[in-house]
């Protein structure tokens, strides 16, 4: 899974900062380096979406239909979604929010996001530590310029 968002939309944490890279003369990747780097290691099946120079969203399906770890992107009403990993709970979680049975973990992100977004304030981590799992995803909201997201495992 990789996401770019270009400098102006979203900084970087500072942990991020490798301070390695302060006494190397060698300069950063750009990020259509890094882009192309990611798409030339998985040429077969990987899928990406460009935002204009806002964004860039890419990810490669798992090689067996069967793995535990699902990798997923999805989007609805200029939000897009990618989540690679698994909820225990979803069931749960599905009938919580009113949704259909066929939800999947991506569709069901993007609607706890919406749920934060439109019917506010409630805190990012609310939602997040009712999530049972081992997952990681990004939302990006490309009306609102928006990002969430999040590793747990």
């Known amino acids: 899974m990789l996401a770019i968002f270009h400098k102006a939309f979203a900084n970087p944490p500072e942990e991020l900062h490798s301070p390695a ?72 979680l599905i009938r919580q929010y009113g949704l259909s049975k066929g939800t999947d973990e991506a569709m069901f992100v993007i609607e706890a996001y919406r749920t934060l977004r439109d019917r506010g304030p409630y805190p990012a981590d609310q939602v997040v530590k009712d999530l049972d799992g081992s997952f990681a995803f990004v939302v990006y909201d490309s009306k609102a310029g928006t990002v969430f997201t999040a590793l747990v495992g």
């Open 21 to 92: 890279s302060q006494k190397c003369s060698k300069r950063p990747k750009l990020p259509e380096d890094t882009l192309s780097d990611f798409l030339s290691r998985h040429s077969d099946n990987t899928f990406s979406m460009n935002f204009g120079h806002a964004a860039v969203l890419a990810y490669v399906p798992p090689h067996s239909p069967l793995t535990k770890d699902r990798r997923l992107f999805c989007g609805f009403e200029d939000i897009y979604c990618l989540f690679m990993g698994s909820l225990n709970n979803l069931c749960s």
